[in-house]
């Protein structure tokens, strides 16, 4: 699997998402699980199964794409902060889609 690379990462609708070495250190200090999913974050942001709005913050979109590969069957969630700068916030392993206003959802 290829290592983490600091820059830009296209979405599904092709906003420019920056990815820091400083949000790659904390989501792998918050989230050590991720450590070899960083082309699944990738992928997640550009062909993501869902996204929603954050219920307490409107500028926040979460990117969630399922996985069959990761642990058994899980979603990964790209939470992405959306203003001058569209950078990633954070990423995490998840069982479930969390609540919150859908705003694009892949057909079936």
């Known amino acids: ?7 830009i990462v296209d979405d599904l609708f092709g906003n420019k998402i920056a990815i820091s070495s400083e949000r790659w250190k904390h989501i792998l200090e918050q989230h050590p699980e991720m450590q070899h999913h960083f ?6 942001l ?4 869902v996204i929603k709005l954050s ?12 996985f069959s590969s990761v642990f058994g ?5 790209a939470v992405v902060k959306m203003n001058k700068r569209n950078f ?9 889609i969390k609540t919150g206003d859908e705003i694009w959802k892949r057909r079936s």
């Not at 082309?39 to 997640?44: A, P, Q, V």
């Not at 069957?73 to 969630?77: A, F, N, P, R, S």
């Not at 990633?88 to 479930?96: C, E, F, K, M, Q």
């Open 55 to 66: 219920s307490l913050d409107k500028s926040v979109r979460m990117y969630y794409r399922f």
């Open 88 to 96: 990633l916030v954070t990423a995490y392993v998840t069982d479930y």
């Open 1 to 7: 699997m290829a290592e983490f690379k600091e820059g």
């Open 73 to 77: 069957g899980k979603y990964i969630l």
């Open 46 to 49: 550009n062909e993501p199964d």
């Open 39 to 44: 082309e699944n974050i990738k992928k997640t």
